[in-house]
């Protein structure tokens, strides 16, 4: 299995980003159980931004985000959004992309994207 994410790029303050994660090499049989977007800033610690367990039917934010980020999927696409809204300097940061997911093959697995880079200037 393989996320790729994408979306990433330099927007001023106030704009507007949307990031994609694709999952693929699936398989027929799979279920995504998990997933979450994570950030991590120059000389900071990787954070979760935003994460989605299907069962739960609801997301969670950390508190810095929101109201202005959202995170989405679609299942038939196998591709998860993370929607940024009135994106701020303090955004800046690379994005990545996690999934739990479950496959015939390996079982309940934890799936990292490569990440994107989002800027925001002030």
């Known amino acids: 299995v393989q996320l790729q994410a994408s979306g990433g790029g330099l927007v001023q303050a106030g704009g507007s980003l949307m990031l994609s994660c694709a999952a693929s090499g699936t398989g027929s049989f799979f279920c995504i159980n998990i997933m979450a977007w994570y950030r991590q800033a120059p000389g900071e610690q990787r954070e979760l931004v935003a994460r989605k367990v299907e069962s739960w039917g609801y997301a969670n934010y950390t508190d810095s985000v929101k109201g202005r980020l959202t995170i989405s999927r679609d299942k038939a696409a196998n591709t998860m959004y993370l929607q940024m809204n009135n994106l701020q300097p303090e955004d800046t940061a690379v994005y990545y992309c996690?999934?739990?997911?479950?496959?015939?093959?390996?079982?309940?697995?934890?799936?990292w994207g490569q990440g994107t880079l989002v800027t925001v200037s002030s």
């Open positions: 996690n999934a739990n997911i479950w496959t015939l093959e390996r079982g309940s697995v934890y799936y």
